[in-house]
């Protein structure tokens, strides 16, 4: 069945990086877009940016550019988000994200990986 | 980009029906026919619901069904049931090719 395996829990100094994987499986892996999608703690939902794992294009919210970058591994069927300059208003769950190209709904969705910015 | 606006909270009775608005603009819900809604249960990922404003991905109850006019999409659950209580989020496409949430709904079953 498809499948969205995020990797396990996080927690940083302000000021750091974070990268982050999720590992898709039961699919053709580059027939599908994957979005990162996070949530603070007891907030709603907030879109990051996407990634074509056909080719690695990306694009980002413009509330994360020049922090967040997407990227892909076509050997392991992963994508990775890095963010950066971590602020303690980072602390989220990250989700990430399935669209077969062009749908524009998101279905499945990883687990999520909580992302904890403490000093 | 600023999130959609819907109600912070809905609740009814087993077995009634309830709306949930979701108010976009003419760049995003009002636009384009991509306006989704997922059911998200506390400390779960979001679950896809509707998709393109009415269509029911396979395996979602017929109970929930979606519409929209002008800027504004809708969800109704009726005959509400215990397990219908969860938080409930609208997407839309936007015209710089972004993506924006809702606000965010949280459905009580009394």
């Known amino acids: 069945q498809v499948q969205l395996v995020q990797s396990g829990a996080e927690v940083k100094k302000p000021g750091a990086s974070v990268k982050v994987s999720c590992k898709a499986s039961?699919?053709?892996?580059?027939?599908?877009?994957i979005h990162w999608v996070r949530q603070a703690p007891g907030q709603g939902l907030e879109w990051m940016g996407i990634?074509?794992?056909?080719?690695?294009?990306?694009s980002y919210a413009q509330n994360f550019q020049g922090r967040v970058t997407m990227t892909r591994d076509t050997s392991t069927n992963t994508v990775y988000m890095e963010l950066s300059s971590l602020k303690s208003e980072d602390t989220a769950v990250y989700y990430c994200?399935?669209?077969?190209?062009?749908?524009?709904?998101?279905?499945?969705w990883g687990q999520g990986i909580l992302v904890t910015v403490s000093s | 980009q600023s999130a959609l606006t819907q109600p912070a909270s809905v609740s009814g009775s087993p077995g009634q029906s309830i709306t949930i608005s979701c108010t976009g603009t003419?760049?995003?819900?009002?636009?384009?026919?991509?306006v989704s809604w997922y059911q998200q249960h506390p400390g779960k990922a979001p679950k896809l619901m509707i998709y393109?404003?009415?269509n029911r991905p396979s395996g979602v109850s017929n109970r929930f069904s979606g519409s929209k006019s002008g800027n504004t999409a809708s969800l109704t659950i009726s005959g509400l049931q215990a397990e219908d209580e969860a938080d409930y989020y609208c997407?839309?496409?936007?015209?710089?090719?972004?993506?924006?949430f809702g606000t965010g709904t949280k459905v009580t079953v009394l």
């Open positions: 003419s760049s995003d819900v009002g636009g384009y026919n991509y």
């Open positions: 994200a399935r669209e077969k190209h062009g749908d524009c709904w998101f279905d499945p």
């Open positions: 039961g699919y053709t892996f580059t027939s599908y877009y």
């Open positions: 997407s839309s496409r936007t015209s710089s090719g972004s993506y924006v």
């Open positions: 990634i074509n794992p056909n080719g690695g294009s990306t």
């Open positions: 393109e404003v009415s």
